[in-house]
């Protein structure tokens, strides 16, 4: 039915405002199906799960294949984490389209004083807090949404620090409003996400070309995945796979989840068009210059 992301700095209201979010959900009538994803549920703890990077990419992947298997046409998933990444929403956004659902943001936009005294609070309280050091370097890293990106789209904005969150506040009702609304022929106010041609089952090609892309677009996977961690492509920008082969351009960090699911989706996608024109390539040159060329479709547009 639908994807809520919750997003905003530390100890900003988010859980205030996924809480309240879920409680006004559930006095619409009928009463959708509603599950709050976190952390907490998930047992993983704050401090722990943003030790280090290695730490935090672990928990964006059990929260993102939490929500994955979570998501569905009768149900709402509201995800209550940081979500402080843009690459990382965006890779939310392809689950909720990849599903056909609704999709929106909800950013609590509190300043970065209130957030570090509400961590200071909480702390004293004994309550669950973050660490100065974890939490100050969260702040640093965190990446404001922005309603032009179709990741970040529809944004809701709350302030916490400001106006109390409540069932009743005029943000909460609008969320609401665009995540029961019902769809018709005249509705221009709720977009459902609509899944590609690529996600959809593919059918069945020749073996030798379907071995040849599974073979040659892992090697390019593998190359991208090797360059990164050397830090090939931090300044540039750009990986080349070889003389007779396009370079790849990326634009962000990529991860290895995200790059698995682009290479799924062009195996998928390539099955489907041979249907109607040429056949997938047999080559395995030919079948890394496409992927290429797809990736960098994607990854520029992202």
Known sequence: MALV???????????????CLADALQAVDPKPTVRIIDESSLHLGRNQSYADMPMEKNLRGVLRSEVDRSLSKSSIIIVDSLNNIKGYRYELWCLARASGIRYCVVFCDTDEDSCREWNRKRGEMGESSYDTKIFEDLVRRFEKPDRRNRWDSPLFELFPSKDEIRESSPVIA?????????VDSKSRDVRVLQPTIATQTAHTTDANSLYEMDRATQEVINMIVEAQSQGLAGAVNRISLGQH?????IQRPIGLPEL????????????????SGPPPPLDADSAKRMFVDYLNREIGTS
């Open 260 to 275: 698995r699911s682009l290479r799924r989706t062009f195996i998928k996608l390539t099955g489907q068009s041979s249907l």
């Open 245 to 249: 082969l396009p370079t790849i351009n």
């Open 5 to 19: 992301v919750i997003c905003g700095q530390p100890c900003s209201g988010k859980s205030t405002a996924a809480a």
């Open 174 to 182: 609008d969320a609401v409003s665009y995540l029961t609304k019902k």
